[in-house]
């Protein structure tokens, strides 16, 4: 990889996060929340997209030494983990209940109570997003900002839903091909806001690195 002045080389498994897993019982089951910070400090509660954890979703964000340093610095991050979704999670079986958004966003007030938060500031992510503001409209006093990232606000199409089989057929046969690349930029950026350029297998967004 070529050196770049403006980037910095982070090993992954080598950043320490400092934290701690708490299982929280809820009225729908059980919620995978990790705690990261001083519970003394600001909450931001994130919550992220479908089929992901906290740590697919916003690893590129908290290994970032200058977001890390900011974030971590001024909050305590709550990480929301859907059921199923937590790292080691094992298979739910078919015989409990499917959650919908609404007890999604229900479970989001409870972890909220479990940890004796009164306001909180939220990230979410796609799905994660649309929980999140589900959640903020029930529940509006309880939150101080909305962070969203590619929200869904309405039922997906049949285009969508094709669309989408297009790309899980892509991801099946060929991997994580160009083409799959810019799709799912484009699921998460608009294309007024995104400018992507290929240095050296990294790619830069406008300010953001991934």
């Not at 479970?107 to 938060?117: R, T």
């Not at 529940?139 to 094709?162: D, M, Q, T």
């Not at 998460?188 to 991934?210: N, P, Q, R």
């Amino acid at each position: 990889m070529a050196e770049s002045s403006d980037s910095v080389s982070i090993d992954i498994d080598m950043v320490p996060l400092g934290g701690k897993e708490c299982l929280v019982k809820t009225s729908k089951g059980s919620v995978s929340v990790f705690v990261c910070g001083d519970q003394e400090k600001p909450a931001l509660v994130t919550y992220p997209d479908v089929a992901l954890n906290y740590m697919f979703c916003f690893q590129g964000l908290f290994f970032c030494p200058d977001a890390a340093s900011l974030l971590l610095h001024n909050f305590c991050i709550y990480h929301i983990d859907a059921p199923g979704h937590e790292l080691g999670a094992h298979e739910i079986s078919s015989d409990v209940p499917l959650l919908s958004v609404d007890d999604l966003a229900e479970q989001v007030a409870e972890v909220l109570d479990f940890f004796g938060l009164k306001k909180v500031l939220c990230l979410g992510v796609t799905a994660g997003a649309y929980i999140l503001t589900l959640f903020a409209m029930k529940y509006n006093e309880r939150v101080l900002g909305l962070i969203l990232v590619s929200p869904i606000c309405k039922a997906p199409s049949w285009a969508e839903w094709l669309y989408n089989k297009v790309l899980m057929n892509l991801l099946y046969f060929y991997g994580m091909c160009g083409v799959l690349k810019e799709c799912l930029l484009q699921r998460y950026f608009s294309k007024v806001h995104w400018i992507a350029l290929y240095k050296s297998g990294i790619m830069y967004l406008t300010g953001y690195m991934i």
